[in-house]
């Protein structure tokens, strides 16, 4: 019985052992990376037209799932190589090429950290730089559907290519990856198009949030440099406005989204202070019938400016609308002057344009109003010279010369005056013949010769005919006046009593 036991258990034995040697065969027949688990990762690579992805699964990396901490070493022998410290990536972590060709391992909370291929075959004992090895790298996975563009193998590793390693494929994270790679507004933009309530959405705001404030920022400055210049870019002013606005609805708890909102807010509200004062200016020129329209046109733009980058405003919608009330009067003076003109009204047209006639060297439109309002005098002055009518003539020419001084109307006005003069000469000597005439028709030759004589020069010489044919007559009247007098003061003196008695 003894012997039968000690029998069966070396059978026993014996086929364990065979057991044993057929498993390791077995083992030993079977690839070598059977024993390597297989990766799930999103692959983000620059494409032809900015970032792309893939999805991917049963990633290794030369056929295995680690990599080598390559630390702070330059380059390495053959030997250290195979030292480094290895470790096995999984969910959480990250791989990427750098521009300079050396791969990066990521894992939080440590910090980045230069890493190589495992599993290399070195020829030559070294040594080889960290680039070196990366350069070996070599991707081994299955593409799955989803990957944007389409893409039917795995992106091998060239500087920005990178490797997130996730437990499962994720559309929305690699989307929101693509975004981040590319850091740009319209793909955050898109991204939140896709995934507005996303597990990532909240963080791609904030993204898209910091690329708005730059932007603003920068247009701020810009703003505040040509309007220190005088001349204030506006466009400029409402870009970082609606930058600002984009920011702080996307992160609307950002310090920094609100200190723009903030600044951009008190230039809104010093612009409205400045068109209030340039009106204020413009409305006294007004008053004072002085030059000032300049400073109109200045509050137009200034409350325009404000307006339009923050309609809201109290303070821009106040300054808005006094400039519009403003440009509404100043029209309607420039209108009805006008259209009095249009009617020959020309004095009233003058009367109605003497507020802003000041303005005439600021304002081209006023400038031609006058000039018109000269012209209609001109045109008077013309038809009244076609009737010899030279008073009234003189007194158009005078107008247009105080409305529009010019050379021309000058002259005009010079040549008026003197056939005035003429005409005025004309008319007194013309009157004194009548008088002469009519005098000398009851036999008065003193009366009808001295009316002609006591004309000023200019007249005088106008009935010099007239004087000479009545001189001898005078003469004779004369001498015969000067007897009878000289007669009658003697007959007087003859009988002094007999005067006085009768006196």
């Known amino acids: 019985m003894s012997f039968l036991l000690a029998w069966i ?7 364990f052992a065979y057991f044993l040697m057929a498993v390791l065969a077995l083992l030993a027949s079977a690839p070598s990376y059977a024993k390597t688990i297989g990766l799930t990762a999103i692959e983000i690579y620059p494409g032809a037209s900015g970032q792309s992805y893939i999805q991917l699964t049963e990633l290794v990396l030369n056929a295995k799932n680690e990599v080598y901490l390559c630390g702070n070493a330059a380059s390495f022998e053959k030997s250290a190589y195979h030292k480094l410290e290895k470790v096995t990536l999984g969910p959480g972590m990250s791989l990427e090429m750098d521009a300079k060709g050396g791969l990066v391992l990521s894992s939080a909370p440590q910090p980045p950290a230069c890493a190589v291929p495992g599993n ?15 350069s070996k790298a070599h991707i081994e996975s299955r593409v799955l559907p989803g990957s944007d563009p389409v893409q039917a193998q795995p992106v091998q590793f060239k500087a920005g290519v990178l490797l997130v390693f996730v437990a499962a494929p994720d559309q929305e994270f690699a989307e929101y990856l693509r975004a981040s790679r590319a850091s740009e507004i319209s793909q955050w933009k898109d991204y939140l198009g896709k995934y507005a309530s996303g597990a990532h959405s909240s963080a791609a705001r904030k993204a898209l949030a910091a690329l708005y404030l730059p932007i603003g920022n920068s247009d701020l400055k810009s703003f505040e440099t040509t309007a220190a210049a005088s001349d204030p870019d506006f466009a400029r002013l409402k870009e970082a406005r609606q930058m600002a606005d984009q920011a702080h609805t996307l992160a609307p708890d950002d310090a920094a989204a609100a200190d723009l909102g903030k ?11 400045q068109s209030r004062a340039k009106l204020d200016a413009y409305e006294q020129a007004l008053k004072s019938q002085t030059a000032g329209y300049i400073n109109l046109v200045a509050a137009e733009m200034l409350a325009d400016g404000a307006f339009s980058v923050e309609p809201a405003t109290s303070q821009a919608s106040e300054a808005e609308n ?8 100043f029209d309607k003076i420039v209108r009805d002057s006008e259209g009095q003109l249009a009617a020959r009204h020309t004095d009233d047209a003058v009367q109605t344009m003497a507020p802003i006639r000041a303005f005439a060297p600021e304002n081209a439109k006023i400038a031609s109003d006058l000039q018109a309002i ?18 009234d003539a003189v007194t158009e020419l005078e107008k247009a ?3 529009v001084p010019s050379p021309d109307t000058a002259s ?15 008319a007194a000597a013309e009157a004194a013949m009548h008088s002469s005439q009519d005098a000398e028709s009851r036999s008065d030759i003193i009366a009808a010769y001295e009316v002609l004589d006591d004309l000023p020069p200019d007249q005088h010489a106008l009935v010099a005919n007239r004087l000479e044919t009545l001189k001898d007559a005078y003469v004779k009247e004369a001498e015969l006046a000067a007897k009878r007098e ?8 003859c009988f002094p009593s007999s005067a006085a008695s009768t006196a």
């Open 486 to 493: 000289t007669s009658a003061s003697s007959t007087a003196s």
């Open 401 to 403: 010369q105080a409305i």
């Open 322 to 329: 006094r400039a519009k009330l403003a440009r509404v009067a």
């Open 412 to 426: 005009m006005l010079s040549e008026a005056r003197f056939q005035g003069v003429i005409a005025a000469n004309k």
């Open 263 to 273: 600044n951009i807010h008190e230039a809104v509200v010093s612009l409205s202070a």
């Open 374 to 391: 000269a012209a209609a005098y001109v045109s008077a002055a013309k038809e009244s010279e076609d009737s010899s009518n030279w008073p």
């Open 120 to 134: 290399l075959k070195l020829e030559g004992s070294g040594p080889f730089s960290a680039a070196d090895l990366s």
């Open 9 to 15: 258990a070396g059978l026993s034995r014996q086929f």
